[in-house]
């Protein structure tokens, strides 16, 4: 059973910097793209970053390559969202989401999620 679990979600003041885990269960990323993907009270989920394999990130908006990177650790195998300089509308729900064979675009595509992990960024 292929099962997604982000942890690492926490209240941070604004500049402040995070790193959120996604393990997987049941899952070969050497098959399966990983995305980064978050959603804001009120709004819809937004895709932040996808990596397949050990490549280069596809960054679903240009603006989140500054402050948003990536990692892994195949032998967990468990895959990292770094996030720096974070800002008040980093507030959101951060999730992760496996994709066979490729970074999508289309988030619907995407085969299996995890249940998110909460980020508040306050004072």
């Known amino acids: 059973q292929v099962q997604l679990v982000e942890s690492g979600g926490n209240v941070v003041p604004p500049g402040g910097s995070l790193r959120l885990s996604c393990a997987t269960f049941?899952?070969?990323?050497?098959?399966?793209?990983i995305g980064w993907f978050r959603q804001a009270p009120g709004k819809d989920r937004e895709g932040l970053l996808c990596?397949?394999?050990?490549?280069?990130?596809?960054y679903y908006a240009t603006s989140m390559k500054d402050r948003f990177s990536v990692s892994r650790d195949n032998v967990e195998p468990t895959v990292y969202l770094e996030i720096k300089n974070l800002r008040p509308g980093d507030t959101a729900t951060y999730y992760c989401?496996?994709?066979?064979?490729?970074?999508?675009?289309?988030?619907?595509?995407?085969?299996?999620w995890g249940q998110g992990t909460q980020v508040t960024v306050s004072s």
């Open positions: 049941g899952l070969n990323l050497n098959t399966y793209a």
């Open positions: 990596q397949y394999k050990n490549g280069d990130p596809t």
């Open positions: 989401g496996a994709a066979w064979g490729s970074c999508l675009w289309d988030q619907a595509d995407f085969n299996y």
